[in-house]
T-cell receptor, first 110, second 114 residues
């Protein structure tokens, strides 16, 4: 899993498998969370978000789960494809502040 | 709609020099934020501008400054460059009044300080 400010963990999955990327956030007052995807040579791209009054939200092939009790966020990618290879990082927001995690590098093996 | 545009994409400077980076937000977006991204520290917030005013500021020294113009374009300046300033500098824009604060990022400017 990922912790804000530490080394960049990696996750390697086989094409077609499901991927789970984890994030431990820091502030129990955070009320909004976002997952971003950053491909090599590009800026971060919004994937999915979730408010603190929810514990699950689904998008196209992606699901975000929020466990406020243990301040944990996860991103699930179904049927992972080579184009999903990138660095994924979470962001937490409270008041006007937003803090980003260090990221997890996902590599998809064909 | 064109995305966030940052120029230049790559820059090489030497210690002690100063540098100016430019960001053109998505048309209609009035909030522009700047971030520094390094392998060790990840994405760190520098500052946010809205309607030509600095609205938020991160924990960076005064050598880092920015401004926003009336057309929402923004520049950031780093004076007296240090080796540790080598990083990818990212600009992000948000629509007016966006309650979710979803930010749209540019591809960044890669600054190398020698």
């Amino acid at each position: 899993g990922e912790s804000v400010g530490l080394h960049l963990p990696t996750l390697s999955v086989q094409e077609g498998d499901n991927s789970i990327i984890n994030c431990a956030y820091s502030n129990s007052a955070s009320d909004y969370f976002i997952w971003y995807k950053q491909e090599s040579g590009k800026g971060p791209q919004f994937i999915i978000d979730i408010r603190s009054n929810m514990d699950k939200r689904q998008g196209q092939r992606v699901t975000v789960l929020l466990n406020k009790t243990v301040k944990h966020l996860s991103l699930q990618i179904a049927a992972t494809q080579p184009g999903d290879s990138a660095v994924y990082f979470c962001a937490e927001k409270w008041d006007n502040d937003m803090r980003f995690g260090a990221g997890t590098r996902l590599t998809v093996k064909p | 709609k064109a995305g966030v545009t940052q120029t230049p994409r790559y820059l090489i400077k030497t210690r002690g020099q100063q540098v100016t980076l430019s960001c053109s937000p998505i048309s209609g977006h009035r909030s522009v934020s700047w971030y520094q991204q390094t392998p060790g520290q990840g994405l760190q917030f520098l500052f946010e501008y809205f309607s030509e005013t600095q609205r938020n500021k991160g924990n960076f020294p005064g050598r880092f400054s920015g401004r926003q113009f009336s057309n929402s374009r923004s520049e950031m300046n780093v004076s007296t460059l240090e080796l540790g300033d080598s990083a990818l500098y990212l600009c992000a824009s948000s629509p007016l009044g966006s309650p979710k604060n979803i930010q749209y990022f540019g591809a960044g400017t890669r600054l190398s300080v020698l």
